[in-house]
Nanobody, 126 residues
């Protein structure tokens, strides 16, 4: 079993930055990829970014390209999402997800990921 704990959310003004972290504990061995999704009130949970743990391939939704960067902290078994130039439409609960296995054919698909965190709130004021 893998437990995921997100941190780093909060309230920020438009144009500001936040750094989200997702720490994996339990049995993270075999972790293949990690991703961030977000869900705004009344909306579907949507893909933000993903990273393959080995090889460091990254994937981004169009909404975050050029503003968001996903990376890994191998020593801490953590996936980090650096968010710059935040906009009010980025306001959502951000969830971390992890996939074990050998491939990631659909990085943006929720059902690719086996483990999910509880989420951290990000609020961007205008």
């Amino acid at each position: 079993q893998v437990q995921l704990v997100e941190s780093g959310g909060g309230l920020v003004q438009a144009g500001g930055s936040l750094r989200l972290s997702c720490a994996a504990s339990g049995r993270p061995a075999g972790m293949y990829a990690a991703a961030w999704f977000r869900q705004a009130p009344g909306m579907e949970r949507e893909f933000v970014a993903a990273i393959v743990w080995k090889g460091v391939s990254t994937y981004y939704a169009d909404s975050g390209k050029g503003r968001f960067t996903i990376s890994r902290d191998v020593a801490k078994n953590a996936a980090v999402l650096q968010m710059n130039n935040l906009k009010p439409e980025d306001t959502a609960v951000y969830y971390c997800a992890v996939k074990r296995g050998l491939s990631l054919p659909r990085p943006g698909a929720r059902d690719e990921y086996e483990y999910w965190g509880q989420g951290t709130q990000v609020t961007v004021s205008s």
